[in-house]
C-alpha cells in the first residue's frame, strides 16, 4: 500500500510518501523556524497562511522525488489533531479535495501516534508491547504502547513541555528560536556540572515538571547577567543535563516497574544529543533496549503520519468529509 502523509499541526508544512508502512520513498519538509523566528515562538495565523502557501508544492514535491503520481496513491494521511486549529484546518481540507479529486480513501491521523510510530522506519523496529517518551516543544508524554491504535498515559509534564523550557531558556539567555539547537551546540563546549539546577522529580509517578527548571536559569541569570563564551556554554550543559536527567530517570523507572524491556525515544527533543545519550546509557546499564529514529524523523514530518495513518486504516478506521480538525485530540 503507498501512502501519502500530510503534515501540518504546526509550522512544518511536510508530505511523504511511505510503502508499506515502513519505506520511505519520499520526505519533504518545509519549515517555517525564519518566519517565526523574529517573534521568538510560533505565530499561529502566520503558519496557518504559509501552509497554505506551501502545502501543494511540498505535495508535489514528494510525489516527484517518489517518481509516483496521485494515481498511484493508495491512501492519504493526514494529521487531523492534536495541534494548532488554523494549521490543522489547512492539512484536512487539502487531503478531502485530494479524496475528492481522484476518489482515493484518507484517514486522520494522531500526531503523537504518528510520532510513537516513526520508529517503524528503522530497520528492527520493536513491536509492541514497549514504552514510549514523546518529547517536543508542545508534548511531554509517556506512553505504553500495547498494541497499534491501544496506548496507555502513564506519565506527563505537569507545566512547561521540554521543548519549551529549551525556548524559554534560550529566550532568557538572547539565543534563537527555536532553543533547542543552539542549547545544544553550547552545551557539548560546557560543564554539565557547572551549575546545579534542580531536577523536579513530583511524587511516585512518571509525571515530570519544567517551570521551576526554567525559573532557576532566570534567577541565575537575574543574579550574574547573562553569560557569555565559556560561563554560557557551560549554563547550557548544566541545563540540558537536568532535562536528560530527570526524562531518562522516568523512563528508565517507568520501564522497570511496568515490565517493559523495549524503549523508543521520539519527538523534536529527541533530536538533542545528551538526551540520546543520556537515555541510551541508562537503558543499558538496566538491560533494556533503546530505540532512537533518526533525527531527521524526529521533528515533525509527513513519513511518520503516513506511517500512523496506514496502521490506523489496517485498524479499521476511516475517514469521511465530516472529519474534523481536533487540536486537543487525545490518544
Same mark, same amino acid.
Not at 503520481?69 to 485530494?98: C, E, F, M, N
Not at 511496568?258 to 538533542?272: E, P, R, S, T, Y
Given at each position: 500500500?503507498?501512502?501519502?502523509?500530510?503534515?501540518?499541526?504546526?509550522?512544518?508544512?511536510?508530505?511523504?510518501?511511505?510503502?508499506?508502512?515502513?519505506?520511505? #520513498?519520499?520526505?519533504?519538509?518545509?519549515?517555517?523556524?525564519?518566519?517565526?523566528?523574529?517573534?521568538?515562538?510560533?505565530?499561529?495565523?502566520?503558519?496557518?497562511?504559509?501552509?497554505?502557501?506551501?502545502?501543494?508544492?511540498?505535495?508535489?514535491?514528494?510525489?516527484?522525488?517518489?517518481?509516483?503520481?496521485?494515481?498511484?496513491?493508495?491512501?492519504?494521511?493526514?494529521?487531523?489533531?492534536?495541534?494548532?486549529?488554523?494549521?490543522?484546518?489547512?492539512?484536512?481540507?487539502?487531503?478531502?479535495?485530494?479524496?475528492?479529486?481522484?476518489?482515493?480513501?484518507?484517514?486522520?491521523?494522531?500526531?503523537?501516534?504518528?510520532?510513537?510510530?516513526?520508529?517503524?522506519?528503522?530497520?528492527?523496529?520493536?513491536?509492541?508491547?514497549?514504552?514510549? #517518551?514523546? *518529547?517536543?516543544?508542545?508534548?511531554?508524554?509517556?506512553?505504553?504502547?500495547?498494541?497499534?491504535?491501544?496506548?496507555?498515559?502513564?506519565?506527563?509534564?505537569?507545566?512547561?513541555?521540554?521543548?519549551?523550557?529549551?525556548?524559554?531558556?534560550?529566550?532568557?539567555?538572547?539565543?534563537?528560536?527555536?532553543?533547542?539547537?543552539?542549547?545544544?551546540?553550547?552545551?557539548?563546549?560546557?560543564?554539565?556540572?557547572?551549575?546545579?539546577?534542580?531536577?523536579?522529580?513530583?511524587?511516585?509517578?512518571?509525571?515530570?515538571?519544567?517551570?521551576?527548571?526554567?525559573?532557576?536559569?532566570?534567577?541565575? *541569570?537575574?543574579?550574574?547577567?547573562?553569560?557569555?563564551?565559556?560561563?554560557?556554554?557551560?549554563?547550557?550543559?548544566?541545563?540540558?543535563?537536568?532535562?536528560?536527567? *530527570?526524562?531518562?530517570?522516568?523512563? *528508565?523507572?517507568?520501564?522497570?516497574?511496568?515490565?517493559?524491556?523495549?524503549?523508543?525515544?521520539?519527538?523534536?527533543?529527541?533530536?538533542?544529543? $545528551?538526551?540520546?545519550?543520556?537515555?541510551?546509557?541508562?537503558?543499558?546499564?538496566?538491560?533494556?533496549?533503546?530505540?532512537?529514529?533518526?533525527?531527521?524523523?524526529?521533528?515533525?514530518?509527513?513519513?511518520?503520519?503516513?506511517?500512523?495513518?496506514?496502521?490506523?486504516? $489496517? $485498524?479499521?478506521?476511516?475517514?469521511?468529509? $465530516?472529519?474534523?480538525?481536533?487540536?486537543?485530540?487525545?490518544?
Amino acid at each position: 500500500m503507498l501512502v501519502l502523509g500530510l503534515e501540518t499541526s504546526c509550522d512544518e508544512t511536510a508530505a511523504a510518501v511511505v510503502e508499506d508502512g515502513r519505506r520511505v #520513498l519520499a520526505d519533504v519538509v518545509s519549515t517555517q523556524v525564519d518566519i517565526h523566528r523574529r517573534w521568538g515562538g510560533v505565530v499561529p495565523e502566520l503558519a496557518s497562511r504559509n501552509h497554505i502557501v506551501q502545502v501543494m508544492p511540498v505535495v508535489h514535491e514528494a510525489l516527484t522525488r517518489a517518481q509516483k503520481t496521485l494515481d498511484d496513491v493508495d491512501l492519504i494521511a493526514v494529521t487531523s489533531g492534536p495541534g494548532l486549529i488554523g494549521a490543522l484546518l489547512v492539512g484536512v481540507q487539502v487531503a478531502k479535495g485530494l479524496s475528492l479529486a481522484t476518489g482515493k480513501p484518507f484517514v486522520g491521523a494522531n500526531h503523537l501516534e504518528g510520532h510513537l510510530l516513526a520508529i517503524r522506519l528503522i530497520e528492527d523496529a520493536p513491536e509492541p508491547p514497549f514504552l514510549g #517518551l514523546v *518529547v517536543s516543544g508542545g508534548h511531554t508524554s509517556l506512553y505504553e504502547v500495547q498494541a497499534y491504535g491501544r496506548y496507555r498515559l502513564v506519565g506527563s509534564t505537569r507545566d512547561d513541555a521540554a521543548g519549551e523550557a529549551y525556548d524559554k531558556t534560550a529566550r532568557i539567555l538572547g539565543l534563537p528560536y527555536p532553543g533547542g539547537l543552539p542549547i545544544d551546540q553550547l552545551a557539548q563546549k560546557g560543564d554539565p556540572e557547572a551549575i546545579r539546577f534542580p531536577r523536579a522529580l513530583p511524587g511516585d509517578n512518571f509525571d515530570v515538571s519544567f517551570s521551576g527548571l526554567k525559573t532557576a536559569v532566570l534567577h541565575h *541569570v537575574r543574579k550574574h547577567g547573562v553569560p557569555e563564551g565559556q560561563a554560557l556554554a557551560d549554563l547550557c550543559a548544566s541545563f540540558q543535563e537536568a532535562v536528560a536527567d *530527570v526524562l531518562s530517570k522516568k523512563l *528508565v523507572a517507568a520501564a522497570r516497574r511496568l515490565g517493559h524491556k523495549q524503549l523508543v525515544l521520539c519527538g523534536g527533543v529527541a533530536a538533542n544529543s $545528551r538526551l540520546r545519550a543520556l537515555c541510551s546509557e541508562r537503558a543499558r546499564e538496566r538491560g533494556l533496549n533503546m530505540y532512537l529514529p533518526p533525527v531527521r524523523l524526529c521533528t515533525d514530518n509527513g513519513a511518520m503520519i503516513a506511517v500512523a495513518g496506514y496502521e490506523a486504516y $489496517r $485498524r479499521g478506521l476511516r475517514g469521511d468529509f $465530516r472529519l474534523a480538525a481536533d487540536p486537543a485530540w487525545r490518544m
